[in-house]
């Protein structure tokens, strides 16, 4: 990156709580959020990340035809930590149609697809007439959403690439911002619990029935949870606390649903992120991991991590404490990297015992405190979809 840009404001809601102060409180601390499943009528032995209160926030007003799970879990999370009047500060020093929104997602609102084919008419077999498609399900719903709710009408997009997807917005904001499109960009991460998420993943056989343990001996699979995660990005100036530093991208397309064996596209998009952010890997403090917990996907994260780092680096997954929130991972981890950097914080890993002898990295297993400039956050999505961010103190 020629510059850096300033992150002005985030915030995070995810199962763990509303807003940083949650947050923080429980990357400090040793509980993990998650808990047996309880969605809808679903019957599966699993541990989810659920935020509550979804079901009672419902869009209404001139918004309503957006009302969707997924929706109103971005509007529960917008309105955490004075974010929504940092957009409006925005606004007004460089005008709503310069502020671009780049929101990342995998499902977006297709529960509501799943409620609208549940409730057909028995006899002809109709949706019911309420139903809206364009406002719910479809991919760019959150962020047309959003981007009314905030009274934005700079450039949007909406981007879907599995698990990292929300990792993937703040290098296309910076593109964006590069080009002079726009001066300044909201980022955004919005996945919720659905069906279809959940069932899917269990045939594929990686849901655990047990709470998540990233890089333990014994872990069997992920948890699945739901986040939404906002932050606001800006040109630099002399008041920046943390800047986004670098950002690396890949796409080894070894198989659709299973890493490369030795994190071959993982190892390409660390090292764009490092070379984008002018910083060799002695200069990173701590990497939060990808970690999602399954015997693959740990493993060749691990080999990634010792091609670039040779074990020198203390790193964790935060995933114990949230679960997996698919394509709100990125956003949600990249702010969890925010709050290390300015609390000098190194994240534990939540619900890990035992090390698995065969991980070579430096996995942390409780927090520490001690000072933090800069962060690697991974995101790795299903087809090799990769995004690595270099977050921290500016340069």
Same mark, same amino acid.
């Given at each position: ?10 915030? %995070?809601? #995810?199962? @763990? ?33 659920? $935020? ?31 974010? $929504? +009047?940092?957009?409006?500060? &925005? ?20 529960? +509501? ?14 949706? !019911? ?5 364009? #406002? ?5 719903s959150g962020a047309g959403f959003c981007r009314r709710l905030l009274g934005l009408s700079g450039p949007a997009q909406a981007i879907s690439t599995a698990c990292s997807s929300s990792a993937k917005v703040f290098g296309t904001a910076y593109r964006y911002m590069r080009a002079g499109l726009c001066d300044a960009a909201v980022v955004a991460g919005v996945d919720s619990l659905c069906e279809m998420t959940l069932m899917g993943f269990n045939s594929l056989q990686l849901v655990s029935s047990e709470p998540c343990r990233p890089f333990d001996r014994d872990r069997d699979g992920i948890n699945i949870g739901e986040a939404a995660g906002f932050a606001l990005l800006e040109w630099p100036s002399d008041d920046a606390d943390v800047c986004l530093l670098g950002y690396g991208e890949s796409s080894d397309a070894y198989h659709m649903s ?5 994190? &071959? ?11 984008? &952010? ?33 074990? +020198? ?18 956003? %949600?981890? @990249?702010?969890?990297?925010?709050? @290390? ?13 035992? %090390?698995?002898? @065969? ?8 927090? +520490?405190?001690? !000072? %933090? ?23």
């Open positions: 990156m020629d510059r850096s840009l300033k992150i002005t404001a985030y915030t %995070v809601t #995810t199962a @763990a709580g509303r807003g940083v102060a949650d947050h923080l409180k429980a990357l400090e601390g040793d509980a993990s959020a998650l808990r047996p499943c309880d969605f809808d009528s679903i019957d599966l032995q699993t541990w989810i990340g659920r $935020v509550d209160g979804v079901e009672d926030a419902a869009i209404d007003g001139v918004l309503r035809d957006y009302d969707c799970r997924n929706n109103r879990l971005a509007m529960l999370g917008i309105q955490q930590d004075g974010f $929504v +009047q940092e957009v409006d500060r &925005a606004k007004r020093a460089y005008g709503a149609d310069r502020v671009g929104l780049f929101m990342g997602t995998s499902t977006s609102g297709i529960g +509501q697809t799943e409620v609208a084919y549940a409730s057909r008419d028995p006899r002809t077999g109709a949706l !019911p007439k309420d139903y809206n498609y364009r #406002t719910t399900h479809n991919m760019y299973r890493p490369h064996p030795e994190g &071959a596209g993982a190892v390409l998009s660390m090292e764009k992120a490092l070379s984008s &952010a002018g910083l060799r890997p002695t200069d990173i403090d701590y990497v939060n991991l990808h970690g999602t917990a399954t015997p693959a996907n740990d493993l060749a994260e691990d080999r990634a991590l010792m091609t670039i780092f040779d074990g +020198q680096v203390a790193c964790s997954s935060t995933k114990g404490v949230t679960g997996h929130t698919l394509g709100a991972a990125g956003i %949600v981890e @990249a702010i969890f990297s925010c709050i @290390a950097v300015t609390h000098d914080l190194l994240p534990g890993t939540h619900n890990m015992l035992h %090390v698995d002898p @065969a991980i070579q990295s430096r996995i942390l297993l409780e927090p +520490q405190l001690r !000072p %933090v400039r800069r962060v690697l956050s991974n995101s790795f999505g299903f087809g090799g979809s990769n995004a690595s961010l270099v977050i921290g103190q500016p340069l």
